[in-house]
């Protein structure tokens, strides 16, 4: 967790200096299908919805929030489909986030606006 936080810091400018109780409990209720690489994930969405110093449970990942209602149905495509949606609900978050400009929303998830513009026409979000 420290290690997320000093690194989503230098990524995205921002002052977050720890996590609640409350969130720290989903994280570690949460089963991780993706491991280290959803966490990182779960990190990542946070530090664009986070508005305080601390993370909350709202900045987390709706499938971390509430994993009752996200369970994965263990078919072969579920972790797929699971990290696309996952990925799908980043950028809207940062183009919410920013207005729906996608020069600042590209900034946000750190990536460059070529490779948002591919990733938003994969998705399917609308302009």
């Given amino acids: ?18 996590i609640t109780k409350d969130a720290m409990h989903r994280l570690m209720d949460y089963s991780w299908p993706g491991n280290v690489r959803e966490l990182k994930n ?47 609900q980043h950028i809207l978050d940062a183009l919410r986030q920013t207005g729906g400009h996608r020069g600042r929303a590209a900034k946000e998830l750190g990536i460059s606006r070529v490779t948002l513009w591919k990733k938003i026409n994969q998705h399917g979000i609308p302009d």
């Fill in 1 to 18: 967790m420290n290690h997320f936080i000093a690194e989503g810091k230098k990524v995205h400018h921002r002052e977050v200096s720890g």
């Fill in 42 to 88: 779960a990190f990542e969405h946070a530090f664009v919805t986070v508005n305080d110093s601390l993370i909350t449970a709202f900045d987390l990942p709706p499938e971390v929030r509430n994993p009752q209602q996200n369970k994965p149905n263990g078919g072969a495509g579920s972790s797929v489909t699971g990290e696309a949606a996952l990925e799908r």
